[in-house]
């Protein structure tokens, strides 16, 4: 029952970040020179005072702050975040088809980044002055250095313009056809480059952890007893050792969803992937201000899922954090 | 006149000062010492490249995509004709303000935050440290995209837009900082002495605070230069300036024929924030030494 009470309050905690994220959303639009009316006479080629005083009863903007800010939460419950009027379209419905792509790309890498990360840190663990151990230390230094986009157009010039082997930009092919497994597959080849590329940064920060943990538990005296007792080197790190040295790396990870997403909007830049990053690079041109802010609410909403999914897979890691 | 009594020469220990032995720790360190040669190297031509290098970064001198080497262009021209070493020279200066001063205003928050939260405990602590979750539900580049979409491109309030997104490293690491030091015991001396607050959290607590605070903020500077170049390769720069971001963005289309346009001011972006991060590891090394596990 601990768990369920600690999960709501989680989920309660939850909920008042997202308001206060609202608050402040509709705090910069309001703060921001120019508003919806004058987007709107732009987009007539210009409007007379009046025009605008109309337009502004129109949409409310002649209320008080704290009526509007009202409103604008009101209609966030009821899954209305505004009108694109960019895009001629509401904006959560904009984000909706979006956002699936996102969440493809970013999840694929933060699991591929965690799996061969903690592969890598157990490997250079146990041979401390192995190749794979530089080679954990050279990735830790070109993740930290190497701007994530730089990265994606390196490995698009080697990857899709010298030898081609995967496609240059977007999701899909148009010219593909045939069932399921066909699109799959098509996806998959396009989601490769920009996966890695949005992986390789945090590839980096996970080895590093894992490593350092490893070896940490790998000097552990349950970990000689498990040895004294005669299992092999290789029981006592696959058994033992490695699930205790988790929960640090799948802390830190749960940690980096908000850098993760971040660093999507740049390699969807690169590949011209369809997610939100892309969408947001398109409203911020446009002056689009409630297709950004309802992504920027959105991304909040993603990253604190991430942080409860991590929690829960750290319960399923670690069974003693359930009691804390 | 007090008597002095004569110590042999020999018997005199020097009593070294912790930056002077710091610095010896740094120095016998070959790749921190290799990332501020560099450093320095970068700095000065941040400095006097641009007055010797007389060449408008914008100003269109050449044919476009001239290969570097060739008709006496180093790094060749980009898709307008405009001179790449004059491109990255002048974005070295912004990149390197940028980078310093977005640290600074991170660390200014960060740290006023964090020392707050670490001393007064209680609700100051709870809300503060509220706030610092709240900053960092936020995905920092977005956040970032959005303030200076929304309030103009300049570089004061491109500085502000990443300084006010970084900072909550920052303040968890200070605030973990004065947990530890002010349960220590010459704090309560100083208290017990009658030092105010203000006082005991600035002059007491702060500096013995400081070495985890320094290697952070080395770290932040090389934060914040990728960063920027991250907003300006999004088109979201100061459109008076060059730096080193919006070469990359606005080449990055011509790949095919003159893939140098880009990996050169990449390059350039790389080698001054892996510089940075040597130097960062080298200050952890010597000002934390009995931390040196990693």
């Known amino acids: 029952m601990a768990f369920v009470q600690k999960f709501l309050i989680r989920v309660f905690y939850a909920v008042i970040l997202l308001t206060a994220v609202l608050v402040l959303n509709f705090s910069m639009m309001h703060l921001a020179p120019g508003d919806v009316a004058d987007t709107i006479s732009q987009s007539m080629g210009g409007a007379d005072q009046e025009v605008l005083d109309q337009i502004r009863a129109e949409y409310g903007l002649d209320q008080p702050f704290l009526v509007q800010l009202g409103r604008y939460i009101g209609n966030v419950l009821q899954f209305n975040l505004g009108y694109s009027y960019f895009f001629n379209t509401p904006v959560t419905d904009l984000i909706l088809q979006r956002l699936p792509a996102t969440l493809l790309l970013v999840f694929t890498a933060q699991i591929m980044a965690l799996l061969i990360g903690v592969v890598l840190g157990v490997i250079s663990a146990r041979r401390p002055n192995g190749l794979a151990s530089h080679f954990v230390t050279a990735l830790a230094l070109f993740g930290y250095a190497a701007p994530v986009f730089w990265t994606g157009i390196l490995l698009l010039i080697a990857f899709s313009l010298k030898i081609q082997w995967f496609p240059v930009a977007g999701m899909q092919d148009v010219t593909v056809s045939g069932g399921f497994w066909v699109h799959a597959l098509d996806i998959a080849k396009h989601l490769v480059l920009p996966a890695v590329t949005l992986g390789s940064v945090f590839l980096a920060l996970y080895s590093r952890l894992s490593r350092a943990t490893m070896m940490e538990v790998l000097g552990s005296d349950y970990v000689r007893t498990a040895k004294a007792k005669g299992l092999t080197e290789r029981e006592v790190v696959y058994k033992h050792a490695l699930k205790n040295s988790l929960s640090p790396v799948i802390t830190l990870a749960g940690l980096q969803f908000s850098a993760v997403i971040s660093g999507a909007v740049l390699v969807e830049a690169v590949f011209s992937w369809p997610g939100l990053g892309t969408l947001a690079f398109q409203s911020i041109i446009a002056r689009d201000t409630p297709t950004i802010l309802g992504i920027l609410f959105f991304s909040a909403v993603v990253v604190i899922v991430g942080n409860l999914l991590t929690d829960l897979a750290l319960r399923f890691v670690d069974p003693r954090m359930g009691g804390k | ?294």
């Open chain 2, 1 to 294: 006149m007090s008597e002095q009594v004569k110590v042999p020469e020999e018997e005199v220990v020097e009593a070294r000062s912790p930056f002077s032995e710091a610095w010896e720790m740094f120095r016998r360190n070959h790749a921190a010492m290799a990332g501020l040669v560099v450093l320095i190297l970068i700095v000065i031509a941040a400095i006097i490249g641009p007055p010797l290098y007389a060449v408008d970064p914008f100003e269109m001198v050449w044919a476009p995509f001239s290969p570097p080497g060739v008709d006496g262009f180093i790094l060749g021209t980009d898709y307008l004709g405009r001179d790449l070493v004059a491109a990255l020279l002048g974005g070295a200066r912004v990149s390197l303000i940028i980078g310093l001063a977005a640290a600074f205003v991170t660390v200014a928050i960060g740290v006023t935050v964090g020392a707050l939260a670490g001393f007064y405990l209680g609700w100051v602590e709870e809300v503060l440290m509220r706030i610092t979750e709240f900053f960092q539900v936020l995905p920092t580049l977005l956040f970032s995209m959005v303030i200076v979409a929304l309030f103009g491109a300049s570089l004061p309030m491109i500085t502000f837009a990443i300084g006010v997104v970084s900072w909550p490293p920052v303040a968890r690491i200070t605030r973990a900082e004065f947990l530890r030091i002010r349960e220590l015991e010459y704090v309560t001396a100083s208290r017990a002495s009658g030092a105010k607050n203000f006082k005991l959290m600035f002059s007491v607590i702060l500096p013995n605070a400081l070495p985890p605070i320094i290697v952070q903020s080395a770290l932040m500077v090389g934060s914040a230069i990728l960063f920027e170049a991250g907003l300006s390769f999004l088109g979201l720069t100061d459109p008076n300036v060059v730096s080193w971001g919006q070469v990359i963005g606005s080449n990055r289309q011509y790949i095919l024929d003159a893939p140098y346009t880009v990996t050169i001011p990449g390059l350039a972006i790389f080698v001054t924030v892996l510089a940075i991060s040597l130097v960062g590891d080298g200050l952890n090394d010597a000002l934390n030494p009995k931390l040196r596990q990693r």
